[in-house]
């Protein structure tokens, strides 16, 4: 029996298992085209229905508001996702062996990122800045269990969708605190 066992292992020896590394992309959407062209690609990157999706980024754009939708695809049975409030204002996605941010406001005339102060003062360059943006983060997991986003004040709500469970739809993210969003076992 002994002798079975060693001979299966040398003939087969047992592979060891690789840790896939995780990535994160995020992206901005201002206008319906942009939306539409978004659900597609999600759908087509988490293998889900692009109707789904396409719902769900309504939900998000008919708040009128700058928003969050988050998926995860290949996550463990213990993923997590925190949201947060940070001071810049920026979007920043972090896991294990990844790190992803976009700016969420758009650029000025000249260049220069508007501040949150002239964010809202309309007449101060030639066109008012977008009140409607969606931020889409997609995330393929690794071998880390945890993703930590950090939004901005003006990020006004969130949608999570992690290995096609949706977690969060539409969820306002309050001023002051973290949300945190794991697979039910």
Same mark, same amino acid.
């Given at each position: 029996? *002994?002798? $079975?066992?060693?001979?299966? !292992?040398?003939?087969?020896?047992?592979?060891?298992?690789?840790?896939?590394?995780?990535?994160?992309?995020?992206?901005?959407?201002?206008?319906? #085209? &942009?939306?539409?062209?978004?659900?597609?690609? *999600?759908?087509r990157c988490g293998r889900r229905?692009? /109707?789904?999706?396409?719902?769900?980024?309504?939900? *998000?754009? @008919? *708040?009128? +508001? %700058?928003?969050?939708?988050? =998926?995860?695809?290949?996550?463990?049975?213990?993923?997590?996702?925190?949201? +947060?409030?940070?001071?810049?204002?920026?979007?920043?996605? %972090? #896991? =294990?062996?990844?790190?992803?941010?976009? $700016? %969420?406001? @758009?650029?000025?005339?000249?260049g220069a990122y508007r501040i949150?102060? @002239?964010?809202? $003062?309309?007449?101060?360059?030639? $066109?008012p800045p977008a009140e409607r943006?969606?931020? %889409?983060?997609?995330?393929?997991?690794?071998? #880390?269990?945890?993703?930590?986003?950090?939004?901005? @004040?003006?990020? /006004?709500?969130? +949608?999570? !969708?992690?290995?096609?469970?949706?977690?969060?739809?539409?969820? /306002?993210?309050?001023?002051?605190? &973290?949300?945190?969003? &794991?697979?039910?076992?």
């Open positions: 029996m *002994l002798a $079975q066992a060693i001979r299966r !292992v040398l003939r087969a020896p047992a592979r060891r298992l690789r840790q896939r590394s995780a990535q994160g992309y995020l992206d901005l959407i201002r206008t319906d #085209g &942009e939306a539409e062209r978004a659900a597609v690609m *999600l759908a229905s692009s /109707s789904l999706v396409r719902a769900l980024l309504r939900d *998000l754009w @008919e *708040l009128d +508001t %700058t928003a969050l939708y988050v =998926q995860i695809d290949g996550a463990p049975k213990r993923a997590e996702v925190v949201v +947060t409030r940070s001071s810049r204002h920026h979007v920043v996605a %972090t #896991g =294990q062996k990844f790190r992803v941010e976009i $700016q %969420t406001h @758009e650029p000025a005339p000249n949150a102060r @002239e964010y809202r $003062q309309p007449g101060l360059y030639e $066109q943006v969606l931020v %889409t983060a997609r995330i393929r997991a690794g071998a #880390g269990t945890v993703h930590l986003l950090h939004v901005p @004040e003006c990020v /006004s709500h969130v +949608t999570v !969708v992690i290995n096609d469970r949706i977690l969060a739809s539409a969820v /306002s993210i309050s001023d002051h605190r &973290e949300i945190r969003y &794991e697979l039910p076992r």
